[in-house]
C-alpha cells in the first residue's frame, strides 16, 4: 500500500482552512495546516509535503522576505513539488513556474495575451 500524500494548506481564514483540512481527509489525504506562511514553512522542512496550497503568502511580508518565499518555491517546485498559488500579483505566479502557469482571467490560459 503506497502513503496518502501529503498536502501542505496555508491559509490564515480559520474557516476556509478547516473545510479544505476536512475535505481533503476524506478525499484520502493526510493534511498539514498552518495560517501563515512563517509557520507553513517550518511545516515543509518537517513534513516535506507533495503539495502546497497558498493563498496569498505574501499579503504580509516585506518585499525582501516576498522574494526569498517565490524564489524557495521555485526550487520547492523545480525538485518535484507542486504549488497552488493563491494570489492577485501575476508576478509572483511567474516567478515560480512561468511555463506551468494556469489563470482565469476572462477565460484565456495565457493571461498576458
Known sequence: MTAAKRILI??????????????????GYDVIIAAEFRAGRRALEDERPDLLILDEPTAVLAPSESDEL?????????RGGSVVLVTHKLREALAIAPQRLAAGLDGRRDPLQ
Open 10 to 27: 496555508v491559509e490564515d481564514d480559520r474557516a476556509t482552512r478547516m473545510g479544505l483540512q476536512e475535505l481533503l481527509r476524506q478525499a
Open 70 to 78: 517565490l524564489r524557495w518555491l521555485r526550487g520547492f517546485a523545480d
